[in-house]
């Protein structure tokens, strides 16, 4: 049972153990097919090593805000089908990992071993990939087949996965690793990659989801939903970056690798904007070149266009339209502001 006061510890150990419930779910459905079992081995050990291990943030929105909007503590079988919901964005996750991983050529994802480069597996994985998302639409059709609102969860998810393609492309394009042209970044571009790439998947869907769950499926109530959860998104994004370029390496566990591996980040779109011809010269010379002295030489341009300051005045701005909007939400309607405001709560000045 689920209740509105649960720790977000355990709300996601609930949600961990609705994971075998589904997963015996796709194992019955091959078995009774009668796939091998070698296949069916090698499916338990993709789907348990890509889909676990997160922090299941998307999943857990899917479940919070059909609480929120429900407004009553959740029973067995609602949070069950929230979960599954929950679930369906996680193995959209997973695919998307998967598939990005290879690439970009990481070794590690998760504290592991890149699945693609586990022994045995190698471009099999691409496959396997694959199967995460279709077993999004397996799920959909077992649970919610005869719901009246089935094809919008099946279009949501379909369009999703084509934003998050295009954004992924247009990023692929704009910025590898093995051919540094910055003439191709832009801010306007920037912003469609981190849109479509991050903020629809992200942000919008799990929140889409459970308003379809819970009936507040408006044109309207949509479109208001989007008008404030893409820029949201978008800002998280921001946050990310800044963070990798400037957040305390103890404190967001990781070093920043972004100016190294020429990533089309917002803190070096706002430099290329500010910099004098001498400044975009050193940009040039030194961004996404593999050595800490360019590395130096681009943080040092950083530095004395104040981009920090920047940054400041961009989140406080930024919060200021989002929270705006969330104001303007009638309740009265069934959408609640309560959903944007846990949003802004949990990444507005966050550290890592």
């Given at each position: 049972m689920s209740t509105t006061n649960i720790s977000k510890i355990d709300r996601k150990k609930e949600l961990e153990d609705v994971f075998p419930l589904i997963m015996d779910e796709i194992v019955s459905h091959l078995e009774s097919i009668q796939m091998p079992r070698e296949g069916v081995e090698w499916l338990i050990q993709s789907f348990f090593q890509n889909a676990l291990g997160g922090k299941l943030n998307r999943g857990l929105t899917v479940v919070d805000t059909?609480?929120?909007?429900?407004?009553?503590?959740?029973?067995?079988?609602?949070?069950?089908?929230?979960a599954i919901l929950g679930w369906c964005v996680e193995l959209l996750q997973a695919f998307f990992l998967v598939e990005d991983d290879i690439m970009d050529g990481s070794k590690t994802r998760r504290g592991q071993t890149c699945w693609y480069?586990?022994?045995?597996?190698g471009m099999i994985a691409i496959n396997d990939g694959c199967l995460l998302q279709a077993v999004i639409y397996f799920l959909l059709k077992k649970h919610f087949r005869k719901e009246s609102?089935?094809?919008?969860?099946?279009?949501?998810?379909?369009?999703?996965?084509?934003?998050t393609?295009?954004?992924?492309?247009?990023?692929?394009?704009?910025?590898?690793?093995?051919?540094?042209?910055?003439?191709?970044?832009?801010?306007?571009?920037y912003s469609f990659i981190v849109i479509y790439k991050t903020a629809f998947?992200?942000?919008?869907?799990?929140?889409?989801?459970?308003?379809?769950m819970s009936n507040v499926s408006d044109p309207i109530d949509l479109k208001q939903a989007?008008?404030?959860l893409i820029p949201l998104g978008e800002y998280f994004q921001v946050q990310d970056d800044y963070l990798d370029c400037f957040g305390d390496p103890a404190v967001t566990g990781k070093?920043?690798?972004?100016?190294?591996?020429?990533?089309?980040?917002?803190?070096?779109?706002?430099?290329?904007?500010?910099?004098?011809p001498e400044q975009?010269?050193?940009?040039?010379?030194?961004?996404?070149?593999?050595?800490?002295?360019?590395?130096?030489?681009?943080?040092?341009?950083?530095?004395?266009?104040?981009?920090?300051?920047?940054?400041?005045?961009?989140?406080?701005?930024?919060?200021?339209?989002?929270?705006?909007?969330?104001e303007c939400i009638d309740e009265s309607r069934g959408l609640k502001k309560a959903v944007f405001a846990a949003f802004v709560s949990k990444i507005y000045k966050r550290s890592k």
């Open positions: 059909y609480e929120i909007l429900k407004g009553n503590t959740l029973c067995e079988l609602e949070f069950l089908r929230a480069l586990q022994p045995h597996v609102y089935y094809v919008d969860l099946v279009e949501l998810f379909s369009d999703t996965s084509f934003q393609m295009l954004g992924q492309l247009l990023d692929l394009v704009t910025a590898p690793e093995d051919n540094v042209n910055l003439s191709k970044f832009s801010l306007e571009r998947y992200s942000f919008y869907l799990p929140v889409a989801l459970a308003m379809y989007k008008d404030i070093i920043g690798t972004d100016i190294q591996d020429n990533k089309c980040s917002w803190v070096v779109n706002i430099a290329l904007q500010k910099a004098s975009r010269q050193i940009l040039d010379q030194n961004y996404g070149r593999k050595d800490a002295k360019s590395e130096k030489r681009v943080r040092e341009v950083f530095d004395a266009l104040n981009i920090v300051d920047e940054y400041h005045r961009y989140e406080e701005d930024t919060i200021k339209k989002i929270q705006a909007m969330i």
